[in-house]
């Protein structure tokens, strides 16, 4: 999948288009047809679009993120970016929940240890 692609389907993640996007940035919707051969956005309008989509410039240009993000934690931040939006704060609450949790197991265990 190349940048163009890849902007198109985040877009269709937020239930938006590239144009509509562009024009809520206030960014030029005209040079969405070198982006389709290949061209990138300049940096600043780069980082406008990664903003608004909340992802990366790394991820929009590479297709993955290039961070010290572990394989477990990429594998995490990949399952929820497959969650359906409705679910997104369910999932971040549950998850919350759980780390509370064995915090709280852990420093029982640590504190009777």
Not at 38 to 54: C, F, T, V
Not at 59 to 66: A, F, N, Q, S, T
Request: aromatic letters at 10%; one cysteine or more.
């Amino acid at each position: 999948m190349d940048f163009y692609e890849r902007l198109r389907a985040l877009c269709k993640e937020k239930n938006t288009s590239v144009t509509t996007m562009l024009l809520k940035l206030g960014l030029s919707t005209g040079s969405t047809g070198n982006w389709k051969k290949g061209q990138l956005p300049k940096g600043d309008a780069l980082a406008m679009i990664a903003e608004y989509l909340n992802t990366s410039i790394d991820y929009i240009i590479y297709g993955e993120y290039r961070s010290d993000l572990s394989d477990d934690e990429k594998k995490l931040v990949g399952l929820y970016r497959q969650t359906p939006e409705r679910a997104k704060y369910k999932v971040l609450c549950d998850f919350e929940k759980i780390v509370d949790e064995e915090i709280d197991k852990f420093a029982k265990e640590k504190g009777t240890g």
